[in-house]
């Protein structure tokens, strides 16, 4: 009896097999187009439409193939299993009535007479974006933040007119993202606060289509300076400040004074403090992070900004990524600020130090080199109050995405703003 349900259902299988290969078998010789697409219904989309459809029964269907030809004549072709019974169509510009082809194609090669569909879809992604653009002046700097709900790739093309030395200067910068909401700078513009810089924006999709050019008005950028380090002094590690203990750095190759030399680590000269995991209070039962990093300005001064520049150890020939955005590095970090009437520490911001991605290795060299820069208040760019001491607190390293305590190390800390009166 077993036997006999056994050679049956190998039966069963060997017929089911047969017929999936029958199926997918296909003849150069077959000169014969499938049947037609029959459409249930679309729905619009941002930019696009889903169609839902049912396919027709021949034997060696392979799926359906939707065609989308724009008003310059670029086409665009987008393909489905005969698995699935729908079909997402993108690349259109606008809110206007569009024609879409669907067509059944067989593995031949063949296709159907086409099913022509007129839709209608919803505001496309890129428009979108345009609308939510913002311009805001920043420190010799301005940047834009945009809202990319949809987060499509997108690309934003910031073109900027201003003059320096007397001399017209027209520039263009490109920007690509698919972020949900991104913000990004067009720095180093050695401008007074008197000079405007007039900008506008075009914003593209992948399937090229652009916006007009949006203006975005006239910035007067702010201005600040480089603190000088000369006067900068340290508490010796484990001193508190306010109940705060200064950092044990001096572990292993690192020392606390490295981190404001004006000498970033390179790979071979082993510039930056390292906690050896004694970070928190500087015993190892307490565990690394977070630590406390507190400079003694030597002055008062009102701060605009930091860059910090991480820990490299990428080898001698300085070419190669080493440690840039990875373990012993700080992803986190919160900045404080003496308050001399309290005699406390007032919170200033937190900043993620964001680990691009796409780089080559010596990319990646260039930009952890030139360091990351924050703003003390990055919403609403300005000076913090008078201070004579800073405190930089890593609260979390690189590792699992930015939750491990595991940046011991860190390079240099520059900061920026202007002496108070």
Not at 72 to 87: A, E, I, P, R
Not at 205 to 226: A, F, H, M, P, R
Not at 327 to 352: A, F, P
Request: net charge negative; aromatic share 12%; charged share 25%.
């Amino acid at each position: 009896m077993m036997q006999r349900l056994y050679l049956l259902s190998l039966a069963v299988l060997l017929t089911i097999a047969c017929k999936k290969k029958d199926r997918l078998q296909s003849s150069q010789d077959d000169k014969t187009p499938p049947g037609k697409v029959t459409l249930k219904t679309y729905k619009p989309l941002y930019g696009g439409a889903r169609f839902f459809y049912t396919v027709p029964g021949d034997q060696d269907l392979l799926g359906v193939e939707a065609v989308y030809t724009k008003a310059d004549g670029k086409s665009f072709t987008f393909m489905s299993s005969y698995f699935v019974d729908s079909l997402d169509v993108y690349g259109f510009g606008n809110v206007s009535e569009h024609k879409v082809a669907l067509y059944a194609v067989d593995r031949a090669g063949n296709r159907s007479e086409p099913l022509e569909i007129p839709v209608t879809p919803l505001e496309p992604a890129y428009s979108r974006v345009a609308e939510t653009i913002v311009a805001k002046p920043g420190f010799s700097s301005f940047f834009l933040d945009w809202v990319n709900e949809l987060e499509q790739n997108i690309n934003v093309y910031v073109d900027y007119e201003f003059r320096l030395n007397g001399e017209a200067r027209k520039l263009t910068t490109v920007f690509s993202s698919n972020l949900s909401e991104d913000r990004r700078f067009i720095n180093d513009l050695k401008l007074g606060t008197t000079e405007p810089v007039k900008v506008s924006v075009r914003v593209e999709d992948i399937y090229g289509n652009i916006t007009q050019t949006i203006d975005k008005g006239s910035l007067n950028l702010l201005e600040d300076v480089e603190l000088p380090k000369r006067n900068w002094s340290l508490p010796a590690p484990n001193d508190s400040i306010g109940g705060v203990p200064m950092v044990f750095g001096d572990g292993l190759e690192g020392r606390n004074a490295k981190v404001i030399d004006g000498i970033i680590d390179r790979g071979d000269n082993l510039n930056f403090l390292h906690t050896a995991g004694r970070g928190r209070t500087g015993r190892a039962q307490d565990g690394n992070m977070p630590w406390n990093f507190i400079i003694e300005l030597g002055d008062y001064y009102e701060i605009s900004r930091i860059v910090t520049v991480q820990r490299h150890s990428g080898g001698l020939a300085n070419v190669s990524r080493g440690q840039y955005y990875r373990y012993e590095n700080v992803g986190i970090y919160k900045v404080y600020i003496w308050d001399d009437v309290k005699q406390d520490w007032e919170y200033v911001t937190e900043h993620k130090v964001v680990e691009p991605t796409g780089l080559t290795e010596l990319e990646f060299v260039k930009k952890g080199e030139a360091g990351d820069m924050a703003y003390m208040y990055p919403d609403n760019p300005r000076y913090t109050k008078r201070t004579k001491r800073f405190r930089f607190e890593a609260y979390k390293g690189f590792g699992g995405n930015y939750t491990l305590d595991d940046a011991n190390c860190l390079s240099e800390i520059t900061l920026f703003g202007k002496r108070s009166n």
